[in-house]
């Protein structure tokens, strides 16, 4: 007896997801029933082009990695363009590992180049939003549900937004709950926004059974289907908690890749070159978490791309942001009895003064040529983040942060210091207590008849 293989090549995938999950399926079947006949069956959900036909992503699974690589592992091919009956027996010898090589780098983003990145290099040009019937056509739902939790009503939303270059071609919008709708990347690039769907998809799977009735679920548990109805627990999180959760779970950050150092203050300038240049906000939303976590991995891999061409490293900014040593200093200087914010200035400074070190060695270095250096560097860079690491979790402790409860903007204190607004109110507008000089420092001198206080709590 044969068995059957099926994917459903949903909208959110492209080449390289579809490939490895067709591959891991393959794997999985072979190691269940070995030997056993096996019969794929691929559909396959939007990907479409201009012209109507396939996009790229879907003909090349379907000409080229389903026949190429996958047909001698099976015996019979069904795709929607062709059915396809491998002439000698399925072979066994299945590899152990799926290595997906781009030497054309067909499927590479250029990370240098922040412009809008469309599947396809044609959108149609109509001017109206397409109705939400032919959305879930094209998406492959039968009814107008969210692509994520299945759940409605539903909104239209913009793949790529107008604001970035966005068009109103059918292809890109998706069907989405205002929840998901809300949590969605604003950002020029196509597929990046269908890879958070993918990894929404994954993580509120779950969701898409909340309603269905309980007897249908034992049904398909009866015939073998197994349906997880219980979820992660979302908890509540503040928002660069969520940013940082997202980094690990979707884009693969490691703890590395948040520590400290010579590097940080590059990575934060290339951040914010690309949210001013490749985000935008929804409906005058500030950004999400989501569009910030995807700004943060382009600028990773802008560096990282800078750096394996070889540019100097005069290009790219060495010295850490000062904000929080200039915080550090003023209030340790308008509270000279405080400990606690005298340690921080100090912590902050010498956390400075390394980096700098770091940026002269790494100089010296590269103009000495030296090979035997590289050990003195990389123990400044360790001190450096490890510097940096006291810093943070020395303001951890002693900084608090919470909200005016005059205007709702921004407040901290360091220690038993008084509370500051962490940035000087509009001129036009704002609270009383911020009082601050033209270069944006705190006056003292003012006589001000509130005060920065966080705002009350009621239990």
Aim: hydrophobic share 35%.
């Amino acid at each position: 007896m044969g068995i059957a293989l099926y994917h459903d090549m949903r909208v959110e995938e492209d080449f390289n997801k579809c490939a490895t999950r067709l591959f891991t399926i393959l794997k999985k079947a072979a190691a269940e029933r070995p030997g056993a006949p096996r019969y794929l069956y691929l559909d396959i959900q939007g990907h479409r082009n201009a012209a109507g036909g396939y996009d790229a992503d879907a003909l090349e699974i379907i000409r080229e990695f389903l026949l190429d690589f996958l047909g001698p592992y099976v015996t019979e091919i069904s795709t929607p363009l062709y059915r396809a009956r491998n002439p000698k027996p399925q072979r066994e010898d299945i590899p152990d590992v799926l290595n997906i090589q781009d030497p054309n780098r067909e499927h590479t983003y250029d990370h240098g180049d922040l412009g809008v990145r469309n599947r396809d290099s044609g959108p149609d040009q109509r001017r109206s939003r397409p109705p939400v019937r032919a959305i879930a056509d094209y998406l492959g739902l039968d009814e107008p549900i969210c692509l994520i939790c299945w759940q409605a009503p539903v909104e239209r939303a913009h793949v790529v937004p107008e604001s970035l270059g966005g068009s109103n071609d059918v292809r890109n919008f998706a069907l989405l709950c205002p929840q998901h709708h809300r949590e969605a990347p604003d950002v020029a690039d196509a597929e990046a926004f269908w890879s958070w769907v993918d990894y929404a998809c994954d993580r509120d799977g779950h969701m898409k059974w909340d309603g269905v009735d309980p007897e249908m679920l034992a049904r398909m548990e009866h015939v073998g289907l197994h349906i997880d109805i219980s979820g992660p627990v979302r908890k509540s999180l503040h928002h660069f908690t969520r940013v940082r959760d997202e980094l690990v779970r979707h884009y693969g950050w490691c703890p590395e890749d948040f520590a400290g150092g010579y590097h940080w203050g590059a990575l934060m300038e290339e951040f914010h070159t690309v949210m001013d240049a490749a985000t935008s906000t929804h409906f005058n939303v500030a950004k999400k978490a989501s569009t910030e976590a995807w700004a943060l991995e382009v600028a990773r891999r802008r560096l990282r791309d800078r750096d394996a061409a070889g540019e100097p490293a005069d290009n790219q900014p060495t010295v850490s942001d000062r904000s929080s040593v200039e915080l550090a200093e003023r209030t340790a200087s308008k509270s000279p009895g405080s400990g606690s914010a005298r340690s921080l200035a100090d912590a902050a400074r010498r956390a400075d003064t390394a980096i700098e070190a770091a940026a002269l060695v790494r100089d010296l270095i590269g103009s000495a040529g030296v090979s035997s250096a590289d050990d003195v560097l990389r123990g400044i860079k360790e001190e450096v983040a490890d510097r940096t690491a006291q810093v943070e979790r020395l303001a951890a402790e002693l900084m608090e942060h919470a909200a005016c409860r005059n205007c709702g903007h921004a407040v901290a204190r360091i220690g038993d210091a008084p509370w500051r607004h962490s940035a000087a109110a509009p001129m036009s507008r704002g609270c009383r207590a911020a009082s601050f000089d033209r270069d944006g420092t705190w006056d003292d001198s003012l006589n001000r008849s509130w005060k920065a206080m966080p705002r009350r709590t009621l239990r």
